[in-house]
């Protein structure tokens, strides 16, 4: 019951600073997760859960959802993600594991790659970026760390960022759990234990909308740096624990 407790706390924690700079639920919640059930297991149910901290953030943000973004982003990433999810289905667990935390050595040296060069995406690139983020967050989970600088890229902060990646990763995540459920790696059990987790994560989403209300868009690019910068500190922690 401890564990649930923490799990539960955490995730509203980890919904509410979602809720402001769009990421950041699977980076705090996954660790315990993969404690508790397994790199397996856990991926299936933080996709669950997922699935609904998004589910709030367009539902706070619906009005600001840059449509051309998302569909050039999302229809690649359905895509990308069914394959990443049946890849992550015939992989060993210690493969799993080995896989995030490459991810998590990667995303801070990604991001300021993206920075220092003052890239500009267009829709193209949201095509192409839709495609292999997608494809990687069906192996590892957790896809916002990078998707989030790419939407940025395209030119949007603030609600419309926050509610355009929402979106996108709502019908990529929605591929991923269809993947798990066909491949019977979904039982209801696990169904539960991510609508549990997602409830928490949706509360501290609509906690996290009336903080960037209160933003200004300086602000909030700095709390986007902020998050990135202590997610890539928590994943090399991660990957060398």
């Given at each position: 019951m401890t564990v649930y407790l923490l799990i539960f706390v955490l995730g509203l924690a980890a919904g509410c600073l979602s809720g402001v700079v769009g990421t950041g639920a699977g980076i705090i919640l996954l660790p315990i997760l993969v404690f508790q059930f397994g790199a397996q297991e856990a991926v299936p149910i933080m996709a669950v859960a997922g699935l609904m901290g998004n589910l709030a953030k367009i539902m706070s943000w619906w009005r600001e959802v840059d449509l051309r973004g998302f569909l050039a982003y999302s229809i690649a990433g359905a895509v990308g993600a069914a394959g990443g999810a049946m890849t992550l289905l015939v992989l060993p667990p210690n493969t799993a594991e080995a896989a995030l935390?490459?991810?998590?050595?990667?995303?801070?040296?990604?991001?300021?790659?993206?920075?220092?060069?003052?890239?500009?995406?267009?829709?193209?690139?949201?095509?192409?970026?839709?495609?292999?983020?997608?494809?990687?967050?069906?192996?590892?989970?957790?896809?916002?760390?990078?998707?989030?600088?790419?939407?940025?890229?395209?030119?949007?902060?603030?609600?419309?960022?926050?509610?355009?990646?929402?979106?996108?990763?709502?019908?990529?995540?929605?591929?991923?759990?269809?993947?798990?459920?066909?491949?019977?790696?979904?039982?209801?059990?696990?169904?539960?234990?991510?609508?549990?987790?997602?409830?928490?994560?949706?509360?501290?989403?609509?906690?996290?909308?009336?903080?960037?209300?209160?933003?200004?868009?300086?602000?909030?690019?700095?709390?986007?740096?902020?998050?990135?910068?202590?997610?890539?500190?928590?994943?090399?922690?991660?990957?060398?624990?």
């Open positions: 935390g490459i991810l998590f050595l990667l995303i801070v040296p990604v991001r300021h790659f993206l920075a220092a060069r003052g890239v500009k995406l267009g829709l193209v690139g949201l095509v192409i970026s839709g495609a292999l983020i997608s494809f990687i967050s069906g192996i590892v989970l957790t896809s916002g760390p990078m998707s989030i600088p790419a939407f940025a890229a395209y030119g949007l902060t603030k609600g419309a960022l926050l509610s355009t990646e929402a979106l996108s990763a709502f019908v990529v995540q929605l591929v991923k759990v269809g993947i798990f459920w066909w491949a019977g790696a979904l039982p209801l059990a696990s169904v539960l234990k991510g609508a549990a987790v997602g409830a928490s994560i949706m509360l501290g989403a609509f906690v996290g909308k009336a903080v960037v209300q209160r933003m200004s868009a300086r602000m909030f690019e700095r709390a986007l740096d902020l998050m990135l910068i202590v997610a890539g500190l928590s994943m090399l922690w991660a990957a060398f624990a």
